[in-house]
Each structure stands twice: as C-alpha cells, then as structure tokens.
C-alpha cells in the first residue's frame, strides 16, 4: 500500500471521531479499489464505520448533461454495493452555483481521517493540491487508478520504450486483484439532509434541474455506470478481444474495447481489466499482449507524464526537437485553414475528418486509429500549433467522455511529437509525424465508417450500442 500513499497534510488522525470519510472523486466504484480499500482498513484499525462522500457540482469546466448523465447513471449502483459492503453512502447534486459548497468540510468534521483518490490532472489535482491544508484533519490520496503506482517512478519517461521494461520488473507483484473489503462496524448513522437520492428514473430530471451546459446532449452509445461497465468488459472478452491484434486500427470492425468512458470515471479500473483480459486469454488461448500494451504501457505512460509534468496541458511540455520545428515552420502557408466553430461542428472539407468529429459529437469519443487523424489534420488546418492545441482540448473538454484525463492531455501532445520521435522534414509539420488522407484510405474501410457514422447520425440511434 505504501507505494499507493501519499499523506496530503500532516495533520494527525482526529480522536473522538465519528467515521473514517472516503471521498471518491475519480475511483466511483466499489469494487477492485485500493484507496476504498485503504479507507476501510482505516476504519476497522480505528473500530469506525465508513462513509463514502461522492459529489457532482454544475461549476467543472465545461459541465453538461452528457458528462451529468453519466455520472449520474452510476450512482444508483455505487449506492447499492455501497451499502451491501457496510458502509454509509451519501451523494450531493450540487445544482445551482449558489447552493452549498460545504458538505465535504461539513463531513469532514466528524470524520477521524479523509481519503481521496490521487489523480494528477483535473478538478481532482486542483482540489487535492487546495483542501489539505483547510480540511484540518488527516487527508490521505491513494493511486486507485494505476496498475503500478504512479509512485513506483521518481520521474518522468520519456517514451513507452523506457518505462516498458520498468513497468515489466514491478508489474507481476502490482497485478493482483484487490482484497475483498470487510467492514467491523456498519454504518447505522443517518444519512445528511442535503443527499440527493439518484434513481435509474430520476436522473434526466436531475440533469435538466442543474445550472450546466443541456446542449451537449447524452452520448448515443455509453450509458454510465458499473452494470454498463461490466456489460463492455464482458462483451470485449467474449467477442473482441481474439480480433484486438488484427483489427485494433480499423474503426469498422469494432475491436477494442469501448472501455475508456469507465476508466476515466472509474467505474471499471485498470486493474481488474487486466486480470480479466489475462485471465481470459489463457483459458481461451489468445494472446492479450497488443491490449495490455494500450492498457499498461499507454495508459500508465500519460500518468507518468501528467504525475511528473506540470505543464502537461501545454506545448511547452514537448521535447525541444518538436518546439524547435515547431517554431521553424509557424509561417508556413497552410492549405486549408479552419476556425475553432469550424472543426467543432465538423464543417471542413474532408468528409472523413468530418466523420470523426460527429463521432466525437454523438458517440462523446472517436475511435484510437481515426483520432490520431483527427489530431493531426487539426494541426494541419489551423493557423498555428497552440490554436490547434486548444481546440483539441475544448473539444475533449466539451463531448469527450473519456476526456479530462491523463490519457487526453498526453495524446493531444503526441500529435505534437510527445513520447514520439522526428520523422522527415515537410512543410507545417516539419520533423513531426505526419498523417494524411490516403494512408487511411489505403489502411482503412473508410467509406464504412463515413456510412456508420452517417446513419447514426440520421436515425439518432447507435447500432453498436451495448449499453
Ligand atoms: C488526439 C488523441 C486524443 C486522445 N484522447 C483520449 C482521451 O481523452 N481519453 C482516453 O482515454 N484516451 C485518449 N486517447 C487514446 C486512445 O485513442 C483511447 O484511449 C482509445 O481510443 C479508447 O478506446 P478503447 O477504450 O476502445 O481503447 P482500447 O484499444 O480498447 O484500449 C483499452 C484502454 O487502453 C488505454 N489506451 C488505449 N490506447 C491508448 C493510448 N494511445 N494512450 C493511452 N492509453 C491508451 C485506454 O485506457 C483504453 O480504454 C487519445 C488519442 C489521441 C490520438
């Protein structure tokens, strides 16, 4: 556990205490979680019962109700497993700006220590870099989101090739299911009068009720929420996963595993992913290297980036080769040039690009092979590189279920030439790597995808919905 610990404060546990709070910021899951876990180690060490605090307010950027909708459709089972575990459940809707913006101080209070996720970017980095030193208790973040901790490194890689072989040496010991959580003392407490009960059949009235964004519509294909999550990881085992290798990178054979809306929530971790993919793979003789590879390698390799660097949202971040070309090739005349409006309503003239980025605005995110594209061709149609960059990240912001995530602010940096290397010099691009419209012709069914897309967006419906 300790490599998963990193005390926020230094302030000591409170005597006299009523619980031990876990406040869930980004782990929304009751199942496979270290820092849930760790919390109710703490509260069985100190014969308390444990709360679990979880909240959803109208003021992140860019709040709407697709990303409400979501978290919401999570909350009725969280609750549900929650309770049947011993713990207390409390969930508070913060609707208007002008509601309370207390009830974690006011939980807190009574609480003997809090525990948090840890998580390096985000609304969650900004409230645990923040409430430590006002919350005057023990606050305690825990890596629930990690295969290998993110603590397991003291600095930040600089490619997959160098953290591979470190993730490979630690992996075996970190690649093991979380201990199932008993709790001593059940939670018999009443519930604080500012909880918002959430109900498969309340949740659109509760979204319509908040001071956020309703233009952003929910997703056509995610539904939110553990049931939903298992449903993808098990029709991912059970039809994709043997296909992954050899058609990861065409969009129209549906091989991956949709998964990324539930990771980045938290509704489904890493963790329990991998075992499942492992443990699947071997009874059916596959082989889950390719995904372990995203899910591992990848993934873990933007935690490192975002844990290690603080300007991860910025291209300043990237390494001085892509800066340098970047800057050589900043007056170069651009063939198509696209205003912000432009690309987010998916007006340009390249009907594939346009495909992406519907898919992105009804679906909430494209597929990996299509959004490597998607970055670039931003790139190559905006009259520079951080106007580029900025769009990518509003878009993510705004539509992307996936989006606010360590996985979000390395990708788009990737397109950028981060964790990359110099390819040929050409124009606008200079040494970074480019993507064009034939080799995705060439690679790819791309008249499927543009049909797929179109009918989804004709009818209002997604046919490869599971959820
Ligand atoms: C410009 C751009 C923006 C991106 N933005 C996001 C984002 O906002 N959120 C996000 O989760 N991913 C992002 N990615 C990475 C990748 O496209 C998605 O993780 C993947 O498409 C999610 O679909 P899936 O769950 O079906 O993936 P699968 O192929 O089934 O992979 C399983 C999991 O592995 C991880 N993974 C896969 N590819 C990568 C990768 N290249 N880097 C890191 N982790 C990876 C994800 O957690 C994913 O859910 C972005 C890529 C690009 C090029």
């Not at 995610?222 to 996963?241: M, Q, V």
């Amino acid at each position: 556990m300790d490599l998963r610990l990193r005390p926020l404060n230094d302030l000591p546990v409170r005597q006299f205490a009523k619980y031990v709070l876990y406040w869930t910021q980004m782990n929304r899951r009751a199942d496979s979680n270290q820092a849930l876990a760790y919390a109710a180690d703490q509260a069985n060490a100190l014969r308390l019962p444990l709360l679990v605090y979880e909240g959803l307010t109208c003021t992140y950027v860019e709040a709407n109700d697709r990303m409400h909708t979501f978290i919401l459709q999570g909350v009725p089972e969280q609750q549900k497993r929650l309770e049947a575990l011993g713990a207390g459940y409390c969930f508070y809707l913060r609707k208007r700006r002008q509601d309370n913006n207390n009830v974690l101080y006011q939980l807190a209070a009574d609480a003997a220590l809090v525990v948090t996720d840890d998580y390096p970017v985000f609304i969650t980095a900004v409230h645990n870099a923040r409430v430590p030193a006002r919350i005057g208790v023990a606050f305690h973040a825990v890596d629930a989101s990690c295969i290998v901790p993110m603590s397991a490194f003291t600095k930040r890689e600089w490619a997959a090739r160098t953290i591979r072989p470190k993730l490979q040496r630690v992996l075996r010991e970190h690649l093991r299911p979380v201990a199932p959580i008993e709790l001593r003392h059940r939670w018999r407490l009443a519930r604080p009068g500012w909880h918002t009960a959430v109900t498969d059949c309340n949740i659109s009235a509760l979204a319509a009720a908040c001071e956020i964004d309703h233009a952003v519509k929910p997703s056509l294909s995610f539904t939110g929420g553990r049931p939903a999550a298992e449903k993808h990881l098990h029709a991912f085992l059970l039809d994709r996963l043997r296909r992954y290798a050899r058609e990861k990178n065409s969009p129209g054979s549906h091989a991956t595993s949709d998964l990324s809306p539930y990771l980045h929530f938290g509704q489904i971790s890493a963790l329990e992913v991998a075992l499942a993919a492992e443990r699947h793979a071997e009874q059916h003789q596959l082989i889950a290297t390719e995904f372990l590879e995203e899910l591992i390698v990848r993934r873990e390799l933007a935690f490192n980036f975002t844990r290690f660097c603080a300007k991860f949202d910025s291209l300043e971040a990237l390494p001085d080769w892509a800066q340098l070309t970047i800057r050589k090739h900043a007056n170069d005349r651009r063939e198509h040039l696209y205003a912000p409006e432009q690309f987010e309503w998916a007006r340009t003239h390249d009907p594939l690009w346009n495909a992406c980025q519907k898919e992105m605005l009804l679906r909430g995110k494209i597929h990996g092979y299509y959004r490597m594209y998607w970055g670039k061709k931003i790139m190559e149609w905006s009259p520079s590189m951080e106007q580029a960059h900025q769009t990518m990240l509003h878009i993510h912001d705004r539509y992307a279920l996936d989006g606010r995530d360590p996985n979000t602010y390395t990708n788009i940096l990737w397109c950028f030439g981060l964790h990359d290397r110099p390819w040929g010099e050409r124009p606008v691009f200079g040494t970074i790597r480019y993507m064009g419209y034939d080799g995705m012709k060439r690679k790819t069914d791309v008249a499927a995808y543009i049909r797929e897309i179109e009918q989804m967006e004709r009818t209002g419906a997604d046919p490869f919905r599971l959820s």
